[in-house]
T-cell receptor
Framework: DAGITQSPRYKITETGRQVTLMCHQT?????MFWYRQDLGHGLRLIYYSAAADITDKGEVSDGYVVSRSKTENFPLTLESATRSQTSVYFCASRIRGQGEQYFGPGTRLTVT | LAKTTQPISMDSYEGQEVNITCSHNNIATNDYITWYQQFPSQGPRFIIQ???TKVTNEVASLFIPADRKSSTLSLPRVSLSDTAVYYC????????????FGSGTRLSIRP
């Protein structure tokens, strides 16, 4: 089915490990976004991408790396996971010139 | 970046109209106002978007005064299923957009 998917949905990892969260959208939307949402709080923007090979930092980008070699994929990598990165991660996409973002189901990451 | 301020929480009853106001004092000329709804364990879902005056869709209405420094999301005849967190965002279109969600308004609907 068309849409935006994230994998894995749940992940437990240890401090210091590298972790990659995957995001895939089937609409060919120009923009893609990564957010984190800590328990009881709003979403904070980590990184966004305006097109393939164009990425930019958001509000809380330290400790994260992204790439976008293809329009439909936008992986997020935690280079060396820390406990403070325990959170729910949401990927989103939108069409250029439109306000509506479409969100994925989220990945719940626990760093022990 | 235009930051937004919303009430932390609101309570209402089924069948009532609920109005959630958001302030965005430093909104830029090219910015739009967008509202999202989020249920527990789900990603946010787009509700409505507007630039000025009034916008209405099948779910809600959005009222934006002439100075655009605030906006009000109006939910008509709410039901228990409208219990959620509502986020007001200011989104720019003139360039690759940076977006701040804020803490949102936790709306609780009672029978």
């Amino acid at each position: 089915d068309a849409g935006i998917t994230q994998s894995p949905r749940y992940k437990i990892t240890e401090t210091g490990r590298q972790v990659t969260l995957m995001c895939h959208q089937t609409w060919s939307h120009s923009y893609m976004f990564w957010y984190r949402q800590d328990l009881g709080h709003g979403l904070r923007l980590i990184y966004y991408s305006a097109a393939a090979d164009i990425t930019d930092k958001g509000e809380v980008s330290d400790g994260y790396v992204v790439s976008r070699s293809k329009t439909e994929n936008f992986p997020l990598t935690l280079e060396s996971a820390t406990r403070s990165q325990t959170s729910v991660y949401f990927c989103a996409s939108r069409i250029r010139g439109q306000g509506e973002q479409y969100f994925g189901p989220g990945t719940r990451l626990t760093v022990t | 970046l235009a930051k937004t301020t919303q009430p932390i929480s609101m309570d209402s009853y089924e069948g009532q109209e609920v109005n959630i106001t958001c302030s965005h004092n430093n909104i830029a000329t090219n910015d739009y106002i967008t509202w999202y709804q989020q249920f527990p364990s789900q990603g946010p879902r787009f509700i409505i978007q507007g630039y000025k005056t009034k916008v209405t869709n099948e779910v809600a209405s959005l009222f934006i005064p002439a100075d655009r420094k605030s906006s009000t999301l109006s939910l008509p005849r709410v039901s228990l299923s409208d219990t959620a967190v509502y986020y007001c965002l200011v989104v720019g279109y003139s360039s690759a957009s940076k977006i701040i969600f804020g803490s949102g308004t936790r709306l609780s609907i009672r029978p």
